[in-house]
Every structure is written in structure tokens, then in C-alpha cells.
């Protein structure tokens, strides 16, 4: 079991930055590919980044693509999500997941892949 805890969320205007973290506990998160998903009110779950067991691979969608950065830290079993230039349609609740991987470059973008969730940040971008 691995159990996942979002925080770093909050309230920022257009144009500004927060870091998200994603502390993970239990079993540790250096057999996971890890991922970050937002919900909007009224809009279903959806991708944002993702990134490999190993690091080497991370990918985001079009949305977030040159605004928000995935990285991790397995010495600190902590994932993180680096968001700039922050517009007020990326406000949304923010989620970490963790899918259990064999390949080192695996990444999962889809929710039904993720095998573990936490419960969520509320990130708020005001214009």
C-alpha cells in the first residue's frame, strides 16, 4: 500500500507560481511511475504530467506544456509538480496518483492506470 498526501495548494493570481508536493508513505514510491491530475468543477479528471519510475521521462499535456514542471525526489519519497505562469483555467483540484511500473521509462497518463490516489489540493488562480 502507498499512501499519498497533496499540499502547496492555495490561492495565487494570474501570472504567478506554486509548488505542489506529493509525499508518499507505505511502501516506497521508487517502484512507481507517478502522475499529476486535476479536476474542475463541472469537468471531468484529467492528465496533467507525468513522469517515469527513473526520471528520464516526463510528459505533460498541451494544456500545462512550458508552464508546469514534474520532478521527484526518491530520497524523499516526495514528487512534485512546479507550476508558472499560472492562468485562472488551470484552477482545478489537484491530485497525485502512483501506478506500479516493470519498465524504468513507463509513464501513465491514464487515470484507470493509477493504482494508488491522494486526496487533493485546491489550487485557485484568480484574474
Known amino acids: 500500500q502507498v499512501q499519498l498526501v497533496e499540499s502547496g495548494g492555495g490561492l495565487v493570481q494570474a501570472g504567478g507560481s506554486l509548488r505542489l508536493s506529493c509525499a508518499a508513505s507505505?511502501?516506497?514510491?521508487?517502484?512507481?511511475?507517478m502522475a499529476w491530475f486535476r479536476q474542475a468543477p463541472g469537468k471531468q479528471r484529467e492528465y496533467v504530467a507525468a513522469i517515469s519510475r527513473s526520471s528520464l521521462k516526463t510528459v505533460y499535456a498541451d494544456s500545462v506544456k512550458g508552464r508546469f514542471t514534474i520532478s521527484r525526489d526518491d530520497d524523499k519519497n516526495t514528487v512534485y509538480l512546479q507550476m508558472d505562469s499560472l492562468k485562472p483555467e488551470d484552477t482545478a483540484v489537484y491530485y497525485c496518483?502512483?501506478?506500479?511500473?516493470?519498465?524504468?521509462?513507463?509513464?501513465?497518463?491514464?487515470?484507470?492506470?493509477?493504482?494508488?490516489w491522494g486526496k487533493g489540493a485546491l489550487v485557485t488562480v484568480s484574474s
Open positions: 496518483a502512483a501506478a506500479s511500473t516493470v519498465r524504468p521509462l513507463t509513464v501513465v497518463t491514464d487515470s484507470s492506470g493509477m493504482h494508488y
Open positions: 507505505g511502501r516506497t514510491s521508487i517502484n512507481y511511475a
